[in-house]
Structures are given as structure tokens and as C-alpha cells.
């Protein structure tokens, strides 16, 4: 894999030519792919419209890259390795030539049933191979996915459905999730009365609990398929065209839905693979995340597949049958990259070391963390007692809408430093900003992360509303991308990371708005306003904190407290619920109107012993009434 840094000299040479020569470094990469027709400029971009393109009238189809790309060499090696939910049920091998097949034959069902180039579709299903098989038979076929985490409720499902008008539901009949079992298409049922853009609804069947099929609208997964042709051409798509949706939170609003196009995307997640986890022929990498997310996008399905990697998906959760479960299935299936997030790290650190004691862990040699910031304690017990003090940590920081990691070391490469996401990769040009948008040049400096300029799988807009993506991202300094996130960085030039700077909470790496939990909260009918605060939490990262002005008229506190934990999980989804709510008499209120929550994220904290300036308020004496009331919260 010629692409591969392997010194620290490479890589200084690499990012050097990156900066120095965008074009020429990016067309280089770009050469190693399989285009239809190759592009006529390399970028072109302004990020004050903002208007970014990759690889301009380049012609290419991203699965032909994973699939016929590796028929030839690779056509028996194991594309996808799949871990059940029960240790006891068979695991599952996909090799690319089956995979090549299962795409093919998904992306002709699909087009049977009415899919075409363009349209939307939305998978809302467990992780199994399926799942990643529906993601590209979409791209196969021009089809733009969105996946759905699903884990998210009903009515989650139905705002994503209604924005992007999406015309068809890749589901399946159930989840097993540790000893639970989901049932996933009554949620999408439940969706469904709520939109009206659906035609038809594919569901697959993995736990056999009964589900209710809407004649002429829902078809059986292994129905549909019967008999459907396994050769399918791809559809040429341009650089440009969309691949996916992928909907997140922000600071304000409803969850926004960021777009990636395919010639760019294709090009960063496959190049970042290849360098952070320095994947090499014959490895077994896992990344444990969620289809759900972006990571699940880039680091389970395009990157490794891209790079002709073998890939495993996990159904599962980290405690089921029990926490030694990730550490058995690292040795159970040799794993040698293992990427997962801090919060999964802190909470088998709980259970101490005994869980990983009856397991080698001999096959890790790069092991990796995402999502939020890594504390260093969590660090220390990752590098001491599953890296074994010989495999190097790779913090990688990036976000939904980079498409790809930006900064991380690489392994073997760059000197790691505990809670480091260390330096760029080669063509991120970060900068960190003040408040006023100064650049702050040379080391030991601390301000906001923004990139100015742009790398190929930076997201395009936001979908419907492109308005939105210039104010969110390209608003705040002018002239650069501004990425919501505090850094510092230090004597070294290292960077890390030191959380969001706005309005966003980070839950066990899932990105929650405050004003998207607020929104949810007031929904209770004897809510009267509500205000949410992220404060730390030991192994969540961040929890959430509800501060709530209610009616208390004929309910217990507890029983209030019950019924607004409710109503958010069914608005949202389980991962919102708040950590801890505070009835409280009044919120401290700018004259002009505005909460201040620089003081809820005292109380918060717990941290109340200077409260700054409160004489501004409209009112001052409420602060105190909170203060008092923080003490009895749960
Ligand atoms: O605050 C940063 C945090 O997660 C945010 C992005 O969230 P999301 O779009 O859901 O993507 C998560 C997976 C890529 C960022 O703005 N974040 C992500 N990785 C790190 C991180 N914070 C610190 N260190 C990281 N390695």
C-alpha cells in the first residue's frame, strides 16, 4: 500500500507536500482508485458560500472500489467478520466475492422495488452484515442512504424520514442488544403513521419476534431477494453526486442532516485507514462503534472495505455475557486493530482487570479511541492492560461532519502522549482562533479549532438547507471551517482536544444538543420551561443536567422526575434521558431574555463558589434557590 507513512520523517515530508501542493498530493492518492473518467481539477472550493468540490467531473462508482477492485487478489479473503449478540450463535464470514454478490443482488432488489438514482433511503437496523450490505447496495445504485442509529425513538426516526423525504425503510423484524431484545419495526410503524414518504419498507428477519407486515408496503428482506439476479452494473456516479445523510445534533434545532459525496469521501476514509491503523494484508480490524454513527460509516464499512481489510461487526455490547466480552473476541477472531471509544473504556475499567485476565490479547498491535476526550486515567488502563504497554494508542479526533479522522498519530510513527490527539494528518490545516478570530500562531496557546482549508471528505451542506451549514460552520470566523470543539496547543505543538465550545453535549461520545433535550423535556405537559447543562461524569464523559420549572400540582418530585426521563426516551431515544433533574423555581435570565448557562454549568459542576457577575440578571435571587437546591438532585 504505497499510500502508507511509515517514519516520522515521512510523515513531516507528507504533510509538508499536502500543504505545499494540494493538487498534486490529493491526485496522487486519488490515482489508486478506479475512476470511470478521471477528474478535471483536483478542488475547487470558498468557504464563504461555502462551496467545496473534490475531484471535479470525475466519474466513479465507490463500491465498484470495494468490490470489483478486490475480485481478483482478494475475491476469497474474509471482507466481513460478524460476532453475534450470543457468544453461542455462530459467527459469520463474508469473503468480497460473496459480498460483491450480496451487494449486487440487495442493490437489483432495491431497484425492483422502486429505487432509483437519487432517491432516499433510510436503514434504521441492528448490526449485522445486512446493514452494511443495504449501505452499499444504495451507493451501488446512486441511492442516498441514511442511517438511523436504532436506538433512536419513533419520533426521531420520523423527523429524519420527513426531511429528507426518503422513500423507502431498510428494517429488521427485532435487535438483540445483551439480554434485550428491541423490537425495531413497531418503532418504524410507529414512524410511518407519522410520515408519508415511505413506499416500501424492507425488513429483515434476525430475532423472529412477531411484527405486524402492512400489505403492499412491507416485504420480507429474504422475500424480496428470492431469485434476484447477483450481477448488477454500478451506476456511474459523479464525484460530486451524494452518498449518504447522516443526521446530527447542534446547538440549536433539530438534529441537522450533513451530506458526503462520493469521490472525496471515498478518497479520505480509505487514505486515513490505511495510515492510522496501518492496516497491512491478513489483519482483522474492529472498530466497535454503531453503523448509527459516522465512525460506523467510515471505520467499519468505507475505509476498511475500501482498503480490501477484513472488518469486523460486533452486535453486541461490551458487558454481555459479561466484560470480558470485547477481549474475548479479540482473541477469539486475532484482532490486531481495535478501535473503540473512552466511554466503553471507562466503564469496563469498573469491573477492574479480573475480566481480561483469561485472555491473551497477543494479536493487538494498534489500538485506537474516538468520540470525546480521552481522560488519562482511561488512557493508562487502555495502554497498560489491553495494549499490554506495547501497542500504541491512536487518539483520533473528528467529528460527523469531517467524514474522516483529522488529527491522530500515527501508530508506530508518532510519539504519543496520554489524552493527545497529537498532531494533523497530512493535508488538515488547522488553526486555532480567539474569540475575536485572531489566529493564535507558535505553541502554548488555547483557543477554538477551526481548518482553513478544505480536505476531501469535508461535508457539503446540510441536506435542504444550505443556509444552515454556512451559518453553523462557516459563520463563526470568517474564511474558515469552524469546528465546535476547544483546543489547546501545547510547548510541543501537540494538539488536544479540550471539548465543546458551544452549546453541545458530549454523552458517552453521542452528540446531544441542550436545545433538542430541552425541546423534548417541555413536551411534558406540566414542564415550564427547561434548561440543559452538560457536568462531568465519571464515565459517561459528559451527563446531562435538566434544570425544570414545573407545575408540581398533584405529583410527587420523583414521580414528576420519572415522567420527564419519559418523555424524552420516547421524543429522542434512551441516550438522552437526563443523568439528573432539578425542579427548580426560576432559570437566571439576562434582561434581555436570554438563560445564562454559564451559571447552570456551576451548579452543575458543583463548582458554586464564584458565580462571576450576577448582577445583570433579571433575577439574581433565584441563583441562590438553586444553589441550595443542587445538593438533593438525582
Ligand atoms: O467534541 C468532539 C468529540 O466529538 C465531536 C464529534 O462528534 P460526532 O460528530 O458524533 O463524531 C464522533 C466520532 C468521530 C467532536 O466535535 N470528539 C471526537 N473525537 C474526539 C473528540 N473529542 C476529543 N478527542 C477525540 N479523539
Not at 455490547?317 to 471507562?346: E, L
Not at 463558589?609 to 445583570?616: A, L
Request: charged fraction near 25%; proline fraction near 5%; include cysteine.
Amino acid at each position: 500500500m504505497s499510500n502508507k507513512i511509515q517514519t516520522l520523517s515521512g510523515y513531516i515530508h507528507e504533510y509538508q507536500k499536502s500543504v505545499q501542493d494540494p493538487d498534486n498530493f490529493w491526485g496522487k492518492i486519488a490515482d489508486s482508485f478506479y475512476w470511470h473518467k478521471r477528474w478535471d481539477k483536483v478542488v475547487d472550493w470558498n468557504f464563504e458560500k461555502p462551496d467545496v468540490k473534490w475531484f471535479i467531473n470525475g466519474k466513479v462508482n465507490i463500491t465498484e472500489n470495494i468490490l470489483e477492485k478486490h475480485l481478483f487478489l482478494l475475491g476469497d479473503k474474509p471482507a466481513i467478520i460478524w460476532e453475534p449478540n450470543d457468544p453461542d450463535e455462530q459467527a459469520r464470514t463474508i469473503t468480497y466475492y460473496e459480498l460483491y454478490e450480496l451487494v449486487c443482488q440487495f442493490a437489483n432488489t432495491m431497484k425492483a422495488q422502486g429505487v432509483e438514482k437519487g432517491d432516499r433511503v433510510i436503514i434504521y437496523m441492528p448490526m449485522v452484515p445486512e446493514a452494511a450490505v443495504a449501505m452499499l447496495a444504495c451507493a451501488r445504485i446512486g441511492a442516498v442512504h441514511s442511517v438511523v442509529f436504532a436506538g433512536f425513538s419513533a419520533k426521531s426516526l420520523a423527523d429524519r424520514i420527513e426531511d429528507c423525504q426518503a422513500k423507502m425503510v431498510l428494517t429488521s423484524d427485532g435487535n438483540f442488544r445483551g439480554e434485550k431484545m428491541i423490537p425495531v419495526k413497531a418503532v418504524v410503524d410507529e414512524a410511518l403513521e407519522a410520515t408519508n414518504s415511505i413506499e416500501k419498507v424492507i425488513v429483515l428477519k434476525r430475532t423472529g419476534q412477531d411484527v405486524i407486515m402492512k400489505e403492499g408496503r412491507d416485504i420480507w428482506w429474504h422475500e424480496a431477494i428470492e431469485g434476484v439476479s447477483k450481477e448488477n452494473k454500478a451506476e456511474i456516479m459523479d464525484s460530486e453526486d451524494m452518498l449518504f445523510i447522516l443526521y446530527t445534533s447542534g446547538s440549536t434545532g433539530k438534529p441537522k442532516g450533513v451530506v458526503h459525496t462520493c469521490g472525496g469521501y471515498m478518497v479520505y476514509t480509505m487514505y486515513t485507514f490505511q495510515n492510522v491503523f496501518q492496516y497491512n494484508n491478513g489483519d482483522v480490524y474492529w472498530c466497535t462503534a454503531d453503523i448509527g454513527w459516522i465512525t460506523g460509516h467510515s471505520y467499519i464499512v468505507y475505509g476498511p472495505l475500501l482498503a480490501g481489510a477484513t472488518t469486523l461487526m460486533f452486535e453486541g455490547v461490551p458487558t454481555y455475557p459479561n466484560p470480558g466480552r470485547f477481549w474475548a473476541i479479540c482473541d477469539k477472531h486475532k484482532v490486531n486493530q481495535f478501535y473503540t471509544a473512552p466511554t466503553a473504556i471507562r466503564a469496563l475499567q469498573v469491573f477492574g482487570t479480573e475480566p481480561l485476565e483469561p485472555y491473551k490479547l497477543d494479536s493487538l498491535r494498534v489500538i485506537g479511541s474516538v468520540g470525546e476526550p480521552i481522560n488519562e486515567e482511561a488512557w493508562h488502563w487502555y495502554h497498560d492492560h489491553v495494549g499490554k504497554g506495547r501497542c500504541p494508542i491512536v487518539d483520533t479526533w473528528w467529528q460527523t461532519e469531517t467524514g474522516g479522522i483529522m488529527v491522530s498519530p500515527i501508530p508506530g510513527v508518532t510519539p504519543t502522549k496520554p489524552s493527545y490527539a497529537t498532531l494533523p494528518l497530512p493535508g488538515i490545516q488547522l488553526a486555532i482562533l480567539d474569540n475575536d478570530g485572531n489566529e493564535l500562531k507558535g505553541n502554548s496557546v488555547e483557543g477554538n479549532l477551526c481548518i482553513k482549508f478544505p480536505w476531501p471528505a469535508i461535508l457539503r451542506t446540510t441536506y435542504g438547507d444550505h443556509e444552515r451549514c454556512r451559518q453553523t460552520y462557516f459563520s463563526s470566523f470568517k474564511g474558515y471551517y469552524f469546528t465546535g470543539d476547544g483546543v489547546k496547543r501545547d510547548e510541543d505543538g501537540y494538539y488536544r482536544i479540550l471539548g465543546r465550545v458551544d452549546d453541545v453535549i458530549n454523552v458517552s461520545g453521542h452528540r446531544m444538543g441542550t436545545a433538542e433535550v430541552e425541546n423534548a423535556i417541555n413536551e411534558h405537559p406540566k414542564v415550564v420551561e427547561s434548561a440543559v447543562v452538560g457536568f462531568p461524569h465519571e464515565i459517561k464523559g459528559q451527563g446531562i443536567y435538566a434544570f425544570v420549572i414545573c407545575d408540581m400540582e398533584g405529583r410527587s418530585e420523583e414521580n414528576l422526575k420519572n415522567e420527564i426521563r419519559e418523555t424524552v426516551n420516547k421524543i429522542i431515544g434512551p441516550i438522552a434521558k437526563p443523568d439528573r433533574i432539578q425542579i427548580v423555581p426560576g432559570l437566571p435570565k439576562t434582561r434581555s431574555g436570554k438563560i445564562m448557562r454559564r451559571i447552570l454549568r456551576k451548579v452543575a459542576t458543583g463548582d458554586t463558589s464564584n458565580m462571576g457577575d450576577t448582577s445583570t440578571l433579571l433575577n439574581p435571587d433565584v441563583v441562590e434557590e438553586i444553589i441550595q437546591g443542587a445538593g438533593k438532585v438525582n
